[in-house]
Nanobody
Framework: QVQLVESGGGLVQAGGSLRLSCAAS????????TGWFRQGPGKERDFVAA????????TYADSVKGRFTLSRDNVEKTVYLQMNSLKPEDTAVYYC???????????????WGQGTQVTVSS
């Protein structure tokens, strides 16, 4: 079992920044890839970014490249998503998830956090 807890969401004006955190516990070593996904109202859950614990794999969706940055703290078992230059279309519930291999596909991720709301006002 892997437990994931997100934090850091909130309300921000367009152009602002937020940093999301995803803290892992339990058998997280069995799931070396942590991904971030988001789901807007009435929309499907979309891939945002992913990273592995060794640092050899980092990938971003085209819509966030150059604005969002992943980092990790292996001691604290936490992955961070720094979000800059936020836009109203970034408004969504953001989820972190864990996967056994590198992937941008929702179905590959079998452990999920509860989600954190990000709202960007225009």
């Amino acid at each position: 079992q892997v437990q994931l807890v997100e934090s850091g969401g909130g309300l921000v004006q367009a152009g602002g920044s937020l940093r999301l955190s995803c803290a892992a516990s339990g058998g997280f070593w069995s799931r070396p890839v942590t991904g971030w996904f988001r789901q807007g109202p009435g929309k499907e859950r979309d891939f945002v970014a992913a990273i592995n614990w060794s640092g050899t794999y980092t990938t971003y969706a085209d819509s966030v490249k150059g604005r969002f940055t992943l980092s990790r703290d292996n001691v604290e078992k936490t992955v961070y998503l720094q979000m800059n230059s936020l836009k109203p279309e970034d408004t969504a519930v953001y989820y972190c998830a864990a996967a056994p291999r590198e992937s941008e596909v929702v179905a590959t991720y079998d452990y999920w956090g509860q989600g954190t709301q990000v709202t960007v006002s225009s």
